[in-house]
């Protein structure tokens, strides 16, 4: 690891984890939470985050088939048309640079969630991106993260 971000700058993770408190206080489902985190960690390519949102995922209940098939969800029937909006706006914004905010993802992100839940959705892509560049830009060990999530339930 480059720098231990959680103990040299205790602010920045009062701030992370504040996104991610807002993110869970939202009608968003665990799942889909999970799905959008590793989506985006896969493409950001950070190793920590993808072990991380594996393992919670797995925690929680999802199967394996739905894990292993999220870097190719578009051609996969095992994930919902809300699930598939939130991938593909996941997408959208991870890219933002490359693909900026298309009309037609926001049009099914708009089908599938209420207002607020677009609002939450989008934060939770904007907190995971985040975690993601602490990840790989202060290079977090891969491997080590033990889940400390509950079955649903």
């Not at 920045?12 to 889909?32: D, N």
């Not at 960690?41 to 950070?46: A, D, P, T, V």
């Not at 890219?95 to 939450?120: H, I, T, Y």
Request: aromatic fraction near 8%.
């Amino acid at each position: 690891m480059r720098v231990d971000y959680r103990s040299t700058f205790p602010a920045a993770m009062k701030a992370m984890l504040g996104l991610e408190e807002a993110v869970h206080s939202s009608t968003l489902e665990p799942e889909l939470l999970e799905l959008v985190k590793l989506r985006a960690s896969q493409i950001n390519r950070c190793g920590f985050c993808v072990d991380m949102h594996t393992k919670d995922a797995e925690a929680i209940g999802m199967t394996s088939q739905r894990l292993y098939l999220t870097s190719a969800w578009e051609e996969a029937p095992v994930y919902s048309d809300r699930e598939r909006a939130a991938l593909a706006w996941t997408e959208a914004l991870t890219r933002l640079p490359e693909e900026g905010a298309p009309d037609p993802v926001w049009a099914e992100v708009d089908k599938n969630f209420s207002a607020e839940e677009a609002v939450a959705l989008t934060l939770a892509i904007i907190a995971i991106n985040g975690w993601n560049r602490f990840g790989v830009g202060l290079q977090s060990p891969v491997g080590h993260y033990v889940s400390n999530r509950h079955p649903a339930g």
